[in-house]
């Protein structure tokens, strides 16, 4: 069996739009050279460059300038934090040297874990689940200090603040701009599907050319392209897997774990 195009959709269709727009961008621009060898695949890859381009124009428009690049960046760059303060308040509980050490450092992980388990659908709700994090974080000094957490939080905390500045700031604009704005709300939608739309015939196109004649130079280009776009896919599903709902099983033993170290600290703090 040759080679096929991951199932795609639902991982785009369902992403933030400027993800979207990351994802289709990449893949635009890393098979733009390997379509250019292959002559029955020009007319549908113009048609999707076309579409893509009328997505961003829209933004551009809607925003002043919908900067997507940098909202994603720094979205990036405190998730990377968040995972960094967790994954150090969990070593010192694991690795704790002492009965007091891992009940100050239980203290902390509670907190973590009730951020773990909160649904991150959307950059609103992780902003809000983030600030109140590091509200929480920030309230027990002496332990960030004991276990050398002070800078790791106060910098994820900066990041989180700018990076809600910086989006309230664009979704202000965008706001802002629908009000004296003649085209009909909501049209971002349109352009999203009608970029989604060509990207799909794009795939079946690229999938269907597999079954034609084709040279040597065409169906290894063709199979370029394959290997590229799922390996794009592949990368969106991982983004997108990681901010769903965690499934039932694993938020029951989340949920297990939370129970334990609450009835760990009630304990503690009834035979202090």
Known sequence: MGKEILLHKGLLHDLTASRNVRTLHAIHKDIKVLVAKVAGLRPVFQ???????????????SAGVFDTETI???????DFSARAVIAKIRYHYDFAMSDEEKSEARRLLHVAEQYKTSARKNYESETASLHNLTDKLLEMPELLER???????????????????LYTAQANAIRAQSTCDKRPKGSVLKYRMATNKAFDNLCKVVSSMLLMPLSELERNSIESIIDIINRHIKQTEIVCTRRE???????????DKNSQNESEIGIEKNGS
Not at 72 to 78: A, G, L, S, T, Y
Not at 154 to 161: F, G
Not at 245 to 255: A, G, I, Q, Y
């Open 47 to 61: 048609t999707f460059a076309a579409e893509l381009a009328s997505l961003d124009a829209f933004f551009k428009r």
């Open 72 to 78: 994603v960046k720094k979205d990036e760059q405190r």
């Open 147 to 165: 276990f050398g957490l002070t800078r790791t939080v106060d910098k994820l905390n900066s990041e989180n603040e700018e990076f809600e500045s």
């Open 245 to 255: 709902n965690l499934s039932d099983s694993k938020k029951k033993k989340r949920k």
